[in-house]
Each structure stands twice: as structure tokens, then as C-alpha cells.
């Protein structure tokens, strides 16, 4: 304990990127996080790790992973939004699996059951919503594999933002009605799989169903906010980041 505390006091002073980027940081940021047991709606158990801000109530942030599964880097990436003010859940839909390697990676993945992955997600909002420390707002963030989820929440449960980092966002206006708040996009101009004909179907889809929808394009490759890729670009990654905050801060509070 003492040995975290030490690592985090001396960690106080360095940007995102870098602790994100550093195991041993991320590790320990990732240990400040309390991890948490939830009986969904249809009696699954399914654990997430949460964390609280300074202040409450607050609004709050549901994270999804990258298909590397709830790794140390989407829990530092909590404990950063708890530091921003919010309460933030980051959920995990693998299990307690975590990959290390693209195989394993696309295997964990493609064993998701979708309406299983709904219900976890679905079951985290209204625990949200419920939570004494939470002031009724709240919105979803995610990445690559989670960034389609946080699409995929939206709809399930309608919150107030929606933040999708070059996920999968190829769903029609019929299930896009269920949305109440605006969505945020982040994409990448090299990306071989959320490529612009499915981004522009997307906000034709989101036009059709009535819904606010901003989407960013950056000079970069799919996972460019990720700093522990050879993929990351940090001028890009920073921008988005930026932009996350103001969209969130607009709609959130």
C-alpha cells in the first residue's frame, strides 16, 4: 500500500499519456479502484471496477474496454475521470479475461454473447442511475471493440452523452431512436475497419432517426489514442481527449 501510494504521489505531476503508457503507473492507478459485484437483470453476476470523485453527487461515466478486455489501462482511465468529477464505472463484458496478444484478443471477443454484453451494460446504467453518489446524469465512453458498445448502452439504456472511439457504429435509425443524448465520434482516416462509408451511413442513419451526432476524423490508425500501441499518435490522441472533455462537461456538467 505504502508502495502505491509512493508511485502515484511521484506520478501526481505527469500527463495522461504518460501513465497510461507506463505499467507500473497504470498498475497502481488501476489498484485505486474498488472492484464491484452486480446482479444483472436477468441474474448474472458480473463484477466492474469502480471510482468515486472528491465531490458527490456527481454525474457519471460507464467505460468499455478495448477488445483487449478491462486491462489497467481502461481502469487508470476511470480513476482519471473520477479525478475530473465523475463517478466512473468501468465494466467488464470478457469476464475477467485479459488478452495480451491480437489472438487471443479477437478469440475473447468473438465469444461475446451480445445480448448477454446488452444486459451487463444495461444492468451498470440503472446501477448508475441509482446510486446515491450520482446526480442522474450519465454517459458511456469506449474504445475499439468498446466503442461500439457505448453505442450499443445508448440505445439499450438512453443516457445523456455517448463518446465512441473508432467502434462500430453500423446500426440503423429504427434503434437509433432510442438515444436521448447527442453522440460523439472519434475516428481514424487510416482505420481498415470504421472506415467512412460506414461513419457515413451512420450519421445518415442518426439524421433519419433525429439525433445529434459529431464526428471527428483524425490523421491516424485504428487505436491511435492508445499509448501502449506502435499505433498511438499523441497530437491526435490529446485533441480527442480534449474534445471528450468539453463534449462531456456540455452535456454532463
Do not use: F, Q, S, T
Given at each position: 500500500m505504502?508502495?502505491?501510494r509512493t508511485v502515484l504521489k511521484g506520478a501526481a505531476s505527469l500527463p495522461l499519456a504518460a501513465i497510461l503508457a507506463d505499467p507500473l503507473l497504470s498498475r497502481a492507478a488501476a489498484a485505486t479502484l474498488n472492484e464491484t459485484a452486480l446482479t444483472t437483470h436477468d441474474g448474472r453476476t458480473v463484477t466492474g471496477f469502480v471510482a468515486m470523485p472528491e465531490k458527490t453527487p456527481a454525474p457519471a461515466m460507464?467505460?468499455?474496454?478495448?477488445?483487449w478486455g478491462l486491462n489497467d489501462q481502461i481502469k487508470t482511465m476511470?480513476?482519471?475521470f473520477a479525478k475530473m468529477g465523475y463517478v466512473a464505472v468501468a465494466a467488464d463484458l470478457y469476464d475477467g479475461k485479459v488478452a495480451t496478444d491480437p489472438g487471443n484478443a479477437r478469440a475473447y471477443m468473438q465469444q461475446v454473447d451480445a445480448a448477454q454484453a446488452t444486459g451487463t451494460l444495461a444492468s451498470w446504467i440503472d446501477w448508475m442511475k441509482a446510486h446515491e453518489a450520482v446526480?442522474?446524469?450519465v454517459g458511456t465512453v469506449g474504445w475499439c471493440f468498446g466503442g461500439g458498445w457505448s453505442l450499443n448502452a445508448s440505445i439499450a439504456?438512453?443516457?445523456d452523452a455517448t463518446v465512441v472511439y473508432?467502434?462500430?457504429?453500423?446500426?440503423?435509425a429504427e434503434a437509433l431512436k432510442q438515444l436521448r443524448g447527442p453522440v460523439l465520434g472519434h475516428f481514424a482516416e487510416q482505420d481498415?475497419?470504421?472506415?467512412h462509408e460506414m461513419v457515413r451511413k451512420f450519421e445518415a442513419e442518426m439524421a433519419l432517426a433525429g439525433k445529434d451526432v459529431t464526428s471527428y476524423w483524425y490523421d491516424a490508425q485504428h487505436g491511435f489514442a492508445n499509448p501502449t500501441t506502435a499505433r498511438y499518435d499523441a497530437q491526435d490522441a490529446m485533441l480527442a481527449w480534449a474534445r471528450t472533455q468539453d463534449f462531456l462537461l456540455a452535456n454532463l456538467g
Open positions: 505504502l508502495a502505491r460507464l467505460l468499455i474496454h478495448e477488445w476511470a480513476d482519471e446526480n442522474g446524469k439504456r438512453p443516457v473508432y467502434g462500430n457504429v453500423a446500426r440503423e481498415e475497419w470504421i472506415n
